[in-house]
């Protein structure tokens, strides 16, 4: 007798054949311009969602319902934006090939930018973010994490990004997107929840939308371990309270990005519970 699981995420052992969501890492942190070490977050993610009880009492919810696989990591190049964007890209195509939806454990935000482009360009990318990440290069690379928005942008069309948080910006990108007609919302506009929920829905109804998570949204009391940290920002619970909006979209891929484990071990426990939260609100309204 073998008494051992695999390393997955919650402790899963479905097949992707047989899976509503996939998981798959993604520990790429190439263009990092403050705290390096989001490579490490998969593994960091996958530890804390293994010990989290599996009847999420505040949601009525057995999160065994939540029919998910997981992959493993993608195998990235550091030294190469273009074929780890490729790697993404058709990791998350053979995903979506097999009718389940792609869960990203990042990593740095660029990888959303890869992820993206293997979804109809009508898909709305809703980003929760406190960077506007709209440069169009940093650092002479455009894919960087502070380009995010923007190749985003070039591909689902710059009235299909909707970015919630924002609350740093260098002056041209902020000139862009207003020009470009971008819509986000700053985060002193976050402080009504009921109205930012309302907004949120009306935004999201019967659409299909790419989810991405950079956990840099959250206020660093709360999330200390992120590669950018801005305070202030959105404090778990308050998340929760907005969190409904969701119901009335067609989730078709999230991701969950810039936790820097080595900064804070309660972080990637925050991550992988938001996870499990956003799953969960998504599938009990179906």
Known sequence: MIYSLPFTFGRRELS??????????????????????????PH?????SREIEDYDMLEDFD????????IGDIEVS?????????????????IIDNNAVPVLLGGEHTISAFA??????????????????????????????A??????????????????????????????????????IPFDKCYDLEALETRLRRAVEGRNIYLSIDMDVFDPKDARG??????????????????????????VGLDVTEVVPR??????????????KILTRYEKSK
Do not use: M, Q
Not at 44 to 48: L, Q, S, V
Not at 124 to 143: G, M
Not at 226 to 251: H, M, R, S, T, Y
């Open 116 to 145: 993206i482009e293997a979804f109809p360009e009508d898909t709305l990318f809703l980003s929760f973010d406190a960077h506007l990440d709209f440069r169009d290069e940093y650092l002479n690379n455009r894919y960087s994490h």
């Open 263 to 276: 900064y804070d071990a309660y972080t990637p426990v925050l991550a992988a519970k938001l996870i499990f």
């Open 78 to 94: 550091f030294g190469s934006n273009r074929e780890t964007r490729k790697r993404v890209f058709e990791t998350v195509k053979f």
């Open 44 to 48: 960091a993610i996958r530890e804390a």
């Open 226 to 251: 992120v590669a950018n940290p801005e305070p202030p920002g959105f404090f778990f619970f308050d998340f929760l309270k907005i969190l409904d909006f969701i119901k009335g979209a067609n989730l």
């Open 16 to 41: 992707v054949e047989e899976a509503s969501y996939v998981v798959a890492g993604v520990p790429f942190d190439s263009s990092e311009s403050y705290r390096s070490g989001s490579r490490e977050a």
């Open 63 to 70: 999160l065994l319902e939540l029919a998910i696989a997981d």
């Open 147 to 184: 380009c995010v928005l923007r190749r985003a942008a070039e591909h689902v069309g710059h009235e299909n990004v909707f970015s919630i948080g924002v609350r740093s910006a260098c002056r041209e990108e902020l000139e862009d997107a207003k020009r470009l007609e971008v819509s986000f």
